[in-house]
């Protein structure tokens, strides 16, 4: 059973359309992005608004929904406005080198919504398409630290 059942929620008001995300986001769970992001944009707003505030756990299948929904959105010509990213979503990001995918700058550090302009989807495109190019490379990333955190772990319960 799932400590943080993850839940979803479309709400589009004069043009804006909010998604929010909460609870864990991983293989199981992935698709409901998809799904959340499809009617906001279904709706045809001007921006999406994709708050990530209540999202306790993310792992590289979700990260890997969050970037595809990042590129749908973009590729629509939406403006995108992220919210909520927390420390472990932060670390993960850091662990790719993506820390800027979402925040344009410090995702640790940042906490003020950051917006993705629809013209300069782009320029955004081709930061993407090298991005999902490299998922498999971003994935062993994120094998590798856990790796090497479960590594150090193991080292500090034979200490």
Same mark, same amino acid.
């Given at each position: ?14 043009? @804006?359309?909010? @998604?929010?995300? *909460? ?10 992005? $998809? ?43 939406? +403006? ?34 950051? $917006?993705?302009?629809?013209? *300069? ?12 190019? +490299? ?6 990333? @994120?094998?590798?630290? $856990? ?13």
């Amino acid at each position: 059973m799932t400590a943080h059942p993850f839940t979803s929620n479309v709400m589009v008001l004069s043009g @804006v359309a909010r @998604v929010t995300l *909460a609870g864990e986001l991983d293989l199981d769970t992935a698709p409901h992005v $998809r799904e959340a992001v499809t009617a906001g944009l279904a709706e045809q707003p001007v921006s999406l608004c994709l708050d990530l505030t209540g999202v306790s756990f993310c792992d590289c299948a979700g990260l890997s929904a969050l970037l595809r929904a990042r590129a749908a959105v973009l590729r629509a010509g939406v +403006d995108l406005v992220v919210e909520g990213i927390g420390s472990q979503l932060a670390r993960l990001l850091s662990l790719i080198g993506a820390d800027n995918v979402f925040t344009g700058g410090n995702a640790a550090t940042n906490t003020e919504p950051t $917006r993705a302009s629809g013209t *300069a989807a782009v320029q955004c495109d081709a930061e993407l398409a090298a991005t999902a190019a +490299d998922e498999a490379t971003a994935a062993r990333k @994120v094998a590798a630290a $856990r790796k090497a955190a479960e590594q150090a772990s193991f080292r500090d319960l034979l200490a």
